[in-house]
């Protein structure tokens, strides 16, 4: 187990910085597929095979679709290279490694702190389930109600812009057909 | 039981009031006439209750209670009216000289513009006076105190068109205001050491709480004397008088030799308990007066204007009274008040007669010869004259201040030098003012009279010659064979002296030397001004007479003194002030805000991209800190 | 073992916050949020698996369930931008200015 997560983990970060660096932005979506299957190995390494389960399931495969669908949507392929090049001068990266740097001690620090290392349990689908049905019944019905009005308000965003869309092109059409 | 006519008390302070304000509100919708008879009708009032209560006074004191001013605590004030033998006497003279100064400026400011308002403030003032007089708590005679001193501002700056006179008005109060500051502290540690400000249970308590020569007496005592030095215009604050007569005439004989300056000498009278108590006090005020007697008398002879050796006659004068209150002789220093009163007061009306015959005319030596055409200026200056130098017997200053020369050597707090000085005054008292006269009213004539003075203007100046005269012999000595009856009458008020110290002259002693002063002041200046008048030549011709004579002129210096020490640094600091520097820093507090708004504003620039970037940091600043 | 969890939460949570500060397009922006998301629900994984707990995997569901409606109510925002402007540039989004 520790090999696997270990393994997991390495595999995990290299992608991670894969995808927060690169110019092209299909390329970055790419790489952090790969990222995100790692922590559900990862996850799955500590013990809870339910969640690394959910993990591919909802985060790559419906998280990342949704991103890549986008991404498509708007066509930003090799056209945006360039823009993206103007928009990354390498300085750029200084202040957030900074921070970055900052906010990793302080984990560091309150890590050393903690007590002895704990092996990890296993926390089974079975445990899982009864807390969400019992003790967490609440937010299971409010994360419903969020992933409901998610959905409604993200209908009622894009049609906007869909049906702007499609009147423009309609408009297009009908400005060719009248013409002559 | 009191007499009934007791009641009307309030009367008297309330009429002048009452009239004042009528006066100030619909003065010129009056017209001249009314005005003038209002405002002397209501000081005639005013004469008349304080007159019906002497007649009817049994000798036992009468508190009248109008209302209860102030109730906070433990400190409790009321306005309250107090009646004893001193308030009597201090009334009548008030109210009487008072009244026949009004029907003299009826027509005497006549040409004057702001003629209602002239009534206003004189029955103001006349109002304030009896109000301190009468006042049965030290906080009214406060409320008094500076009413008296608001009028004698409006008044010397009656005549505002002129900056000069303003100047003076203001110079006045300055300067009295210093000794208030001094008088109000005072009060503040009467009541703190002995609860009350009502007078006499504060007079009892101090005699039962501390012993003579207790340290909280003697300060509460010395501040009080600074607060009468300013009123009365003694060393070391009698700058302001000289300039004063700025003022209207009438004001300058009503307040500034009648009445307003004598208010110290009545304070000091009246807190006499006090004073007993704190003997450094007590000879502070002896020696204030012994100084200020002398070196006024000095700075009078050297004056060429008519009412500036007057109004230095009246700072010696009251200096005078001070050396009475000084050595124990509390009734002699108010005898001589009132008989200062009749004939300064005198003196300064007839000077108006003289000053308005000649448009204006200020300087003696440009008057000359006026003996023939102005009869009663002339006689009324001789009399009052004769009265303030002491001419002996038949005049009311002889007696009056030959009390006070005799008390000066025999009270149990005189002394042999006291006495000298108190004669070299009477010395240079002779000397001033029949240099005047015979300056003014002998020689040739300079300048033509051109005015005469009407019945308003003779009839007061008669009553008041007349007094002068006869005023002496309320309190005769016994050794001359009088019954030294305003003594025996104030006696209830203000203890007599005690047993008087072995001396080597007896009263008659003193009283004739104190004649013999008289004869020979008057004769060196008949020989100096008239008989041989090349003899002042060549005393005048001299460097130290010359050098002399600009001194005295100057008042010892005073003025100078006072403006290199006290003004020019004042104005220097107020000058680099100019700013505020303290108000600077509640300007900075805002001009702080105003920056930290500014700086903050930068942030608000819609930059998403920044703001994830500070949010960031905060974060992180937060989670640093936790650990820590 | 869990405190390599925590490790592994604390480093891919600061990759994605300097993603976040240093990206200049909006969907890397989003996909940065992701990454941290992603790494906060792996730190209360790891803090689960040490109390022996099913707590912790059941707030990283909650946390699954937010994620996956911000990104997309986030990814229908970023739409509207780009129909308005015609980029996706965070920089371009500055109108609330004070």
């Known amino acids: ?31 952090l597929v790969p990222s995100l299957l790692a922590v559900a190995v990862a996850i799955y390494a500590l013990g809870a095979p339910y969640l690394a389960a959910l993990e591919v399931i909802i985060y790559a495969g419906a998280i990342m679709v949704l991103f890549v669908f986008v991404t498509m949507m708007l066509n930003l392929g090799e056209a945006s290279k360039r823009q993206e090049q103007q928009w990354q001068p390498g300085r750029g990266w200084i202040g957030p490694t900074i921070l970055a740097a900052l906010l990793f001690a302080a984990f560091l620090v309150s890590l050393l702190r903690a007590g002895p290392p704990t092996a990890a349990h296993y926390v089974g689908p079975h445990d899982v389930g009864l807390a969400l049905m019992s003790t967490y019944v609440l937010g299971v019905e409010l994360a419903s109600m969020l992933l409901m009005g998610a959905a409604v308000a993200a209908y009622h965003l894009g049609v906007a812009v869909v049906g702007k869309q499609q009147k423009a092109t309609e408009a297009e059409t009908a400005a060719k057909v009248g013409a002559p | 039981m009191h007499p009934a006519i007791y009641n009307a008390l309030w009367l008297e302070p309330v009429i002048p009031f009452a009239s004042s304000f009528v006066l100030l509100v619909a003065g010129r919708k009056m017209g001249r006439r009314a005005a003038a008879w209002l405002g002397s009708c209501s000081i005639l009032a005013s004469f008349l209750v304080s007159l019906a209560i002497a007649v009817a006074w049994e000798g036992a004191p009468y508190t009248q209670t109008a209302w209860h001013w102030i109730a906070v605590g433990s400190f ?24 026949l100064i009004h029907v003299y400026s009826t027509e005497h400011m006549r040409e004057s513009e702001g003629y209602e308002r002239f009534f206003a403030y004189m029955n103001l003032f006349v109002a304030s006076m009896l109000t301190l007089t009468l006042a049965n708590n030290l906080l009214l005679l406060l409320l008094g105190w500076e009413g008296v001193g608001l009028c004698s501002y409006l008044l010397i700056g009656f005549w505002y068109g002129d900056e000069a006179n303003g100047l003076a008005g203001r110079k006045a109060f300055i300067v009295t205001r210093t000794g208030d500051t001094a008088f109000i502290l005072g009060l503040f540690l009467l009541f703190n050491q002995l609860g009350t400000l009502d007078i006499q249970p504060l007079l009892q308590r101090a005699a039962a709480h501390w012993h003579v020569g207790a340290a909280a007496a003697e300060v509460a005592a010395f501040l009080l004397l600074g607060g009468a030095v300013g009123k009365s215009a003694q060393l070391p604050l009698q700058t302001w008088l000289p300039d004063a007569m700025a003022g209207p005439t009438p004001t300058s004989a009503l307040i500034h030799a009648a009445t307003m300056v004598t208010a110290g000498v009545y304070l000091i009278a009246r807190m006499h308990g006090l004073y007993e108590l704190a003997p450094a006090a007590l000879f502070a005020v002896a020696l204030i007066g012994f100084a200020t007697l002398l070196l006024a008398g000095c700075s009078a002879l050297a004056q060429h204007d008519i009412k500036r050796i007057l109004a230095y006659s009246t700072v010696s004068q009251i200096g005078y009274m001070f050396l009475a209150l000084g050595v124990g002789a509390w009734s002699a220093a108010i005898f001589h008040l009132v008989t200062h009163a009749f004939f300064k007061a005198l ?91 015979f300056v003014v009213f002998y020689g040739s004539e300079k300048l033509a009279p051109q005015h005469f003075p009407g019945p308003a203007v003779q009839w007061p100046m008669v009553v008041l010659a007349f007094l002068s005269m006869v005023a002496g012999f309320i309190d005769l000595p016994v050794a001359l064979g009088g019954g030294e009856h305003l003594s025996r009458f104030l006696a209830p008020a203000l203890p007599l002296v005690a047993q008087a110290r072995p001396t080597a002259l007896g009263e008659i002693g003193s009283e004739v030397i104190a004649a013999i002063v008289f004869f020979v002041g008057v004769y060196l200046i008949y020989l100096f001004h008239l008989q041989r008048p090349s003899l002042t030549e060549t005393l005048m011709a001299g460097g130290f007479t010359q050098g002399l004579h600009r001194y005295w002129y100057s008042d010892w210096g005073m003025d100078w003194l006072y403006d290199r020490a006290l003004v020019r640094p004042t104005i220097a600091v107020a000058r680099a002030d100019k700013h505020d520097v303290v108000d600077l820093f509640f300007a900075g507090i805002g001009a702080l805000c105003g920056g930290l708004y500014r700086a903050l504003r930068l942030t608000q620039n819609g930059q998403v991209r920044r703001y994830a970037a500070w949010i960031a940091a905060g974060a992180i600043l937060v989670m640093v800190v936790t650990i820590w | 073992m869990t405190h390599m969890g925590l490790l592994l939460a604390a480093v891919l949570f600061v990759l994605g916050l300097a993603g976040l500060l240093a990206r200049r397009n909006l969907l890397m922006i989003l996909v940065s949020i992701e990454i941290m998301l992603n790494a906060a629900g792996l730190a209360f994984i790891a803090a689960g698996a040490a109390w022996n707990q099913a707590d912790g995997q059941v707030m990283f569901l909650f946390i699954l369930a937010v994620a996956a409606a911000e990104v997309a109510v986030g990814l229908a925002l970023v739409l509207q931008l780009h129909h308005q402007t015609k980029s996706v540039d965070a920089d371009r989004a500055n109108h609330m200015r004070g």
Not at chain 2, 76 to 96: E, I, P, R, W
Request: hydrophobic residues 60%; charged residues 10%; proline residues 3%.
């Open chain 1, 1 to 31: 187990m520790p090999v696997l997560f270990g393994f997991a983990a390495i595999i995990a970060i290299v992608a991670t910085v894969m995808a927060i660096s690169r110019l092209n932005a299909v390329h970055a979506l790419l790489y």
């Open chain 2, 76 to 99: 409790q004030v009321d306005m309250g009216l107090y009646l004893d033998a001193l308030s009597v006497v201090m009334t009548l003279v008030v109210s009487f000289v008072s009244f």
């Open chain 2, 347 to 437: 003196l300064f009306l007839a000077s108006g007669v003289v000053i308005h015959a000649l448009n204006d005319e200020h300087d003696i030596f440009r008057m000359g010869g006026l003996r023939r055409k102005l009869p009663l200026a002339f006689w009324c200056f001789v009399l009052a004259g004769c009265s303030l130098a002491g001419l002996p017997l038949i005049t009311a200053g002889f007696y009056s201040k030959g009390l006070i020369i005799w008390q000066a050597y025999s009270s149990p707090l005189g002394t042999t030098w006291l006495w000298i000085g108190a004669l070299t005054g009477a010395f240079l008292t002779a000397l001033y003012i029949f240099r005047l006269i």
